[in-house]
């Protein structure tokens, strides 16, 4: 049987994860997921405008959301922005969880792997919902700032960059990034500095083992 | 490809003067704090000149080639489309798919030119390895188009969801593969450079 590289191994496992968990996610679990991040937006939006004159998140009947940000704006008459965000915008915040779970469980498995699959899936709901956060807030400044937007090319061009980035490259690249970082392994090994690590490791637990060995035989000697 | 490193390619960096700990050690020159800094901040500028009006000229010429490459596979390989600027249609007009902004790869190239750019490595290597990664990523993004193309003809849903979701992470992950396959090649041969990026 041919011995492939372990890019290749890494690549054909995380794929063939990819595709079974996104497939769960589109299929099973999209809607209590955007309903559950619709509730947590909510609660991270009360903390953070204590005194909003509306209701900060409201489903539509046909699934989007209606969006109230508090603003202090130039117009004294306008407390607050409100718009319609079509439902791909949250779901878009909520694919990060399929994605990082099939990095990890694609990765080298540790003796923790539940311990990194639940800070994964936590460390990147909190960013993604973060992220949305950013980008509700972002999207209704451009509002906001839309009649100026046709006369000004640098802040259009600016809320475009800042809305892309916000909407499409965080949420996407977000999962990938917190999988590497829980899982240092994964890194090393897609580094190809697997085998001088476990080298590495293999003297550190020589070395403590005999140093163990000696504080063991210590009390024998004395 | 054994994605290992021989241990006399890996001496010069095990010496590496200023490497802290086991990890450093066995990665040389690699700061995780500086390919981070480097990384985010190529990524910034990158997606900012993306948006520049004489880079989206640039960009949406771009995907019309794509959209002609993808019409002579599907053509080449027996298949019916018709291609309409950066568009290509069933025959009969009933479906048709587009290829937008952020659809062309340009994103992910993007995002291996910020990685490839932070890492440490000679401009020469550099170049290399961005050459060969848009060319995979590029490729890699023909397959996606077309596959959408015939998706789309079969459901719209499975089309919403290949198109937005699924090809997207793929995408990404490829890219991602392609850089660390590219690393491992600079470790193997020797040419992580001292100089910082």
């Known amino acids: 049987m041919p011995r492939h590289s372990p890019h290749v191994n890494f690549l054909v496992r995380a794929s063939a994860a990819l595709i079974l968990l996104s497939a769960v996610w589109w299929f099973i679990l999209l809607d209590p997921l955007v309903s559950g991040l619709r509730e947590i937006t909510k609660f991270v939006g009360n903390l953070v405008f204590e005194r909003a004159s509306c209701e900060l998140v ?79 807030v972002t999207y209704a400044h451009a509002v906001e700032a839309q009649p100026d937007l046709a006369r000004n090319a640098a802040k259009k061009w600016f809320f475009d960059v800042a809305q892309y980035l916000e909407l499409n490259v965080g949420p996407a690249l977000a999962p990938f990034l917190v999988a590497v970082w829980l899982n240092r392994d994964l890194l090393w090994h897609a580094l190809g500095r697997g085998e001088m690590i476990e080298r590495e490791r293999d003297k550190r637990g020589t070395s403590s083992k005999r140093r163990r060995r000696i504080a063991v035989a210590k009390p024998d000697t004395v | 490809m054994d994605g290992t490193a021989k241990s006399s390619r ?83 007009g009933a479906f048709g798919v587009e290829m937008q902004d952020g659809c062309n790869g340009i994103n992910v190239t993007i995002l291996l030119f910020s990685a490839i750019l932070a890492f440490p490595a000679s401009w020469k290597v550099r170049m290399a390895g961005l050459l060969a990664g848009t060319l995979i990523i590029q490729g890699l993004n023909i397959v996606r188009f077309v596959s959408l193309f015939y998706i789309g003809q079969y459901s719209m849903s499975w089309f919403d969801f290949a198109h937005g979701y699924l090809w997207e992470s793929l995408l990404i992950l490829d890219t991602l593969v392609v850089f660390w396959v590219w690393v491992n090649w600079v470790f193997r041969s020797g040419a992580a450079s001292n100089a910082t990026p």
């Not at chain 1, 009947?61 to 922005?81: L, M, Q, Y």
């Not at chain 1, 936590?122 to 949305?132: D, I, M």
């Not at chain 2, 771009?62 to 490459?69: E, H, Q, T």
């Open chain 1, 58 to 136: 409201r489903e539509t009947a046909a699934g989007n959301w209606d969006v109230c940000v508090p603003i202090d704006g130039v117009h004294a008459s306008r407390k607050s922005i409100e718009f319609e965000l079509a439902r791909s915008g949250p779901i878009a915040f909520t694919f990060g969880l399929p994605v990082c779970l099939a990095m990890l469980l694609a990765a080298p498995q540790s003796r923790r792997a539940w311990r990194t699959l639940v800070t994964g899936t936590s460390v990147t709901a909190l960013l993604e919902t973060l992220l949305l956060s950013l980008f509700l």
């Open chain 2, 10 to 92: 890996g001496r010069d960096h095990a010496d590496a003067p200023g490497a802290k700990g086991s990890v450093a050690r066995a990665t040389g020159n690699f700061r995780p704090t500086r390919f981070l800094l480097v990384f985010f901040l190529s990524l910034l500028i990158g997606f900012a000149l993306l948006f520049t009006p004489w880079i989206q000229v640039v960009d949406a010429a771009f995907s019309r080639v794509l959209v002609r490459v993808s019409h002579a596979v599907i053509v080449g390989c027996g298949g019916h489309a018709v291609m309409q600027g950066a568009a290509l249609r069933t025959p009969g």
